[in-house]
């Protein structure tokens, strides 16, 4: 995404916070599961608070009308169920839409299945309108010639090495070449039709058309089904079942080449081995001329902001600065099995890294069998429209290097065979060159323009949070005046029992860089005025720029809210993240002892 549309976005997110996921929620300091009589008592409160007529001075009158504004919008939305649950699914924009009146004669449920099923076909709809086909280029090189000494010696001169080079290249040659190209159809919002066209050339390739259809049964259930439809018959079916306990997947492939002999079937299950960790196991068995059994073990792990549990369904939302280095989220994941198939049997173990700030992912997978030991190091960089995969795989048959290039739904691979034997020494070279480009690549490139682009940004931060004549930090400034008076009442109270007295609160960046440290807004007296009978609840989920007092310091960024209090006059301190809830007080925030 350019800057300048990154820019954008930001400015329409400021110029209307209403767009923000869970804005009116904030705005009522309510939690998504709030009771009708929560949103009343909460709207009660407010709207007097901040009513323009009982506002004594003038200057303050405009802040505090759209204040009072926000919050009678976020009641009539909230208060009124059909509005709430298009709100719920479909944001702000959901409910300036114009929605069929039988729609609020149905049931919550109801409703939350039709409009969810409504939204899934809007997102159906954008997808087939951006990528309609999809293409695949296979070219297979035979580039052994070029590295291997057979018939070819080192020559005493300059002359006779660029000969000899010149006629190891002439001896590379394409070994295959398959085109694949498809075209999706969706029927309805269960059932979807591919059709591929498949032409191989070479020795032994087979061309077909191939037709598939794919269907969802139920959120549980989906089948599918492909056939080919020229020369080499067959039907390949495969079924799968998914359910709290695991998911169950059965394939098998019909041809007249199997008669009388039954068709090979395979079954895998999958499911979660502990309640609290996404480790996975994975059983699979296969019938045929070739029957096999594997076991295997998936671990990944989460590390940087999404590691946090709250965020465990992917709740949690992306933000666009990410760390200076690239490497501030991502998912690490050991694997580790066996697979039983006689002569073939092998152990296997496989290390990966997920970065999705730098869109990069790599791993690595090691396999010992009874033909030998092998390898096969993996690394990716890109997105769903662009990128390149570099695959490097070595074992006793030999050495090969494959290429992926992807764009926009089209794909060429190159697979380049570099040794027809094991070669160490090739395949470690082979591995090393797109690794030390990578690095090189990151080194002098990704991260400084990473730094560079995130000390401008945090500067046009601060030169908006810090512009005199902003009308968001004038607005800010009335409405913590406005809540000044609320505040200090709940303050004297607290200091009178020794309970919970907030004396600093500030949000702001989350990141320890230098260009971020100034760039948080005080919001004391907005914490203070929400303290009730020595407690403080402000519900996750949503961002807490919408609460009253807040304003977000820097959009795109992730934040955190930093309180320093005292309870039972002892000095407590917390740090939360932006999206998380917040509970005080609490015994783990103790820093300090009695006052």
């Not at 001075?57 to 802040?63: A, G, L, R, V």
């Not at 309805?188 to 037709?211: H, M, Q, W, Y």
């Not at 269907?215 to 079916?237: C, D, K, W």
Request: proline share 5%; aromatic share 8%.
């Amino acid at each position: 995404m350019s800057q300048s549309k990154r820019h954008s976005e930001t400015s329409e997110e400021k110029a209307d916070p209403f767009n923000q996921r869970g804005f009116l929620y904030s705005v009522l300091n309510l939690p998504d599961a709030a009771s009708a009589e929560e949103v009343r008592e909460r709207y009660r409160t407010l709207s007097v608070l901040f009513h323009p007529d009982k506002q004594r001075e003038e200057t303050i009158k405009d802040t505090a009308s759209k204040r009072f504004l926000e919050v009678q919008k976020a009641y009539e939305v909230l208060s009124d169920p059909f509005l709430r649950t298009v709100y719920d699914i479909y944001g702000f924009e959901g409910t300036r839409m114009k929605w069929p009146l039988e729609l609020r004669s149905k049931s919550r449920d109801e409703l939350m299945k039709i409009l969810s099923r409504s939204k899934w076909e809007l997102e159906v709809q954008r997808m087939e309108d951006s990528v309609r086909s999809q293409g695949r280029l296979v070219i297979g090189i035979n580039a052994s010639p070029l590295f291997s000494n057979r018939g070819y010696a080192i020559a005493p001169s300059l002359r006779g090495n660029l000969h000899s080079l010149n006629a190891r290249l002439g001896e590379i040659r394409t070994s295959s070449f398959v085109l694949r190209h498809s075209l999706q159809r969706v029927i309805d919002d269960k059932t979807r039709v591919i059709l591929t066209t498949r032409a191989v050339s070479g020795r032994g390739g087979i061309s077909n058309l191939l037709g598939t259809v794919k269907h969802q049964y139920s959120p549980r259930i989906n089948f599918e089904a492909t056939a080919g439809l020229l020369r080499g018959h067959f039907v390949m079916m495969r079924a799968r079942y998914h359910s709290e306990d695991g998911t169950y997947v059965v394939q098998t492939t019909l041809s007249p080449s199997f008669e009388p002999a039954l068709p090979p079937i395979t079954v895998t299950h999958s499911r979660r081995l502990f309640k609290d960790s996404m480790t996975q196991g994975v059983l699979v068995c296969h019938t045929g001329n070739q029957p096999h059994f594997s076991i295997n073990v998936v671990s990944p792990h989460r590390f940087g902001t999404k590691s946090d549990p709250l965020y465990a369904n992917g709740e949690e939302p992306q933000t666009k600065l990410g760390s200076w280095t690239g490497f501030g989220t991502g998912v690490r994941q050991w694997s580790y099995g066996i697979t039983l198939a006689g002569l073939g049997t092998s152990l296997r173990a496989e290390w990966g890294l997920v970065l999705p700030e730098l869109a990069a992912q790599g791993s690595l997978a090691i396999q010992l069998s009874l033909a030998g030991p092998g390898w096969v190091a993996t690394g990716a960089w890109g997105d769903e429209h662009a990128g390149v995969t570099t695959t490097i795989g070595f074992n006793a048959a030999g050495v090969e290097l494959t290429l992926n290039l992807a764009y926009l739904g089209q794909r060429l691979v190159l697979p380049i065979v570099l040794a027809e034997n094991g070669d160490t020494t090739l395949a470690y070279l082979a591995a090393t060159l797109p690794s030390a480009v990578f690095m090189l690549a990151y080194h002098f490139v990704l991260k400084p323009r990473r730094r560079k682009q995130r000390a401008e940004f945090y500067r046009q931060a601060r030169r908006e949070l810090l512009e005199e004549r902003s009308n968001i930090h004038r607005e800010i400034e009335e409405t913590t005046l406005l809540l000044k008076e609320t505040a200090r009442k709940h303050t004297q109270t607290e200091k009178g029992k020794e309970g919970l007295v907030v004396l600093e609160a500030v949000y702001g960046p989350i990141d320890s860089d230098p260009e971020a440290r100034d760039l948080v807004v005080d919001v004391t007296v907005a914490i203070q005025a929400l303290v009730h009978k020595s407690q403080l609840y402000i519900p996750g989920h949503h961002s807490k720029s919408g609460l009253q007092g807040f304003h977000d310091p820097a959009p795109s960024c992730a934040k955190s809210l930093r309180i320093r209090y005292t309870f039972g006059g002892r000095m407590h301190y917390c740090e939360v993240p932006d999206y998380k809830p917040v509970v005080l007080p609490l015994g783990d925030h103790l820093v300090g002892p009695v006052l």
